[in-house]
């Protein structure tokens, strides 16, 4: 017996329209909204002599968000502008000239509804550091939302907070990809004294480095050829980072038939011919969902470990940045290697070798930011990135590419100004420190730290624990 058909349909609620929607202005909302702050900030509070306008109203990368009526009239209630700080855009944004007209002061939420618009957009847009001036009595609606004061200062003889919205980014990324490593292991200590968490594993006893890495099912379903390539990246990459030389590879791949499984392969065997590192066997499986491993072997008497920096040593990060992001994955995986000749691919897998630094680490899945974080927290310690410092493509945005899979790129640590990490092939540039302090910060040009990850990327600790 189905007893909402017997009582008929439910009945529904009456839902008032909202007041006001949210937006970017146009060029006539724009000017709507500057006359709002006139009469605002000249006229009625008297914070500036004869105009409010300034610099960043001339800025074409400033956007001015407004809420307008939803009555008919299109009015503009309110208004608020962001722009980035920075000549180079590096992630850091500021809001200003926040303004709610009379008309509208005694409607609710209309200066919430703005300033949590302009958080979403600054963070769409790659911030990666929010602030604003505030005035205090305004400062109320700023903490409910979130924001956190950070200084004082007096404007027009007002006083105003400044303050900071937080941003998680590399957080969430952290927390996705390698938070729930120790846990994994329950107090295990993969790679023993010295090698915990590490790019590669030293057999005991002998030269010989293995590592081994599997490629996301959903990326192996929807670019088996890219991930073929991308099984055999990785792991040359994790053999550098422990300063190994690629010996031999094998693979374990599955698919949903023959064909399928065949770009996968032909993935891996271009690869392997690019690096000049042979496929020595492994294992295939069809009938079953996508799936790609690879394990990789490599020799070095000298291996470099993730864990040997000190508090005080320099972070440089060596890295290529030829190329552009592959297609289908903006933002998330840069494609470097695909350019390149064999000649130029063995002399990035020789950087660390050469160099022989007190630590490194492969830039992986957990970014620039999330593999800093892990060399630190191996090395006891944590890390501080200068974000203007760090190289980075003129095709890439810095939130993107501190959080992406570069392709080629090495941290590594080293006293100041002794790196030997160097290629023809690549980038290097001291961009931070090793910090006794746990985490990750990121320093901007004004000196302000701003952290990013607030602890260890694995909770494994110290490798020398």
Known sequence: MEVPALMGPAPTASVAPAPFVVGIADAVEVAAYRRLRHDAFVDDQGLFDRTDVDHLDQDHRTVVLVARATDGSGAVLGGVRVAPATVREIGWWTGSRLVVGPAARNAAGVGSALVRAACALVEQ???????????????????????????????????????????????????????????????????????????????????????????????????????????????????????????????AVAGRD???????????????????????????????????????????????????????????????????WRTGHTGAQWNSTEGRDRAALRDLAATVGRARPAAAKDVSMAGIVGTAGMLAEASGGGAVLDVADVPIPRLAATADWLGCFPGFAMLTADDAGASRMASPAATTRECGEVTSEPGVRLRWPDGEETTVVTGGVTGFGSAAA
């Open 258 to 324: 023959t064909s399928f499984v065949a770009r996968v392969v032909a993935g891996l065997r271009r690869a392997s011919d690019a690096w000049g590192v042979p496929i020595i066997g492994g294992h295939t499986q069809v009938g079953v969902p996508a799936a790609l491993s690879v394990t990789a072997l490599g020799r070095t008497e000298h291996p470099v470990p993730g864990g040997g920096a000190r508090p005080g040593q320099r972070i440089s990060l060596t890295a290529d940045l030829s190329g552009g």
């Open 125 to 251: 847009r790659g911030a990666l550091r929010f602030d604003a001036l505030v005035q205090e009595r305004a400062a109320a609606l700023f903490t409910r939302i979130g924001w956190q004061p950070t200084g004082r200062e007096v404007l027009g003889g007002v006083p105003h907070l400044r303050m900071r919205w937080p941003v998680d980014r590399y957080q969430r990324l952290v927390d996705a990809t390698k938070a729930h490593l120790a846990a994994l292991f329950a107090g295990d200590r993969p790679g023993g004294a010295g090698w915990v968490g590490d790019d590669g594993a030293p057999l005991a006893g002998t030269d010989v480095i293995a590592a081994c890495d599997a490629i996301l099912p959903s990326m192996v379903e929807r670019d088996p050829e890219w991930a073929g390539w991308c099984g055999v990246l990785v792991n040359v990459n994790d053999l550098t980072a422990m300063g190994a030389a690629p010996t031999a590879l094998l693979d």
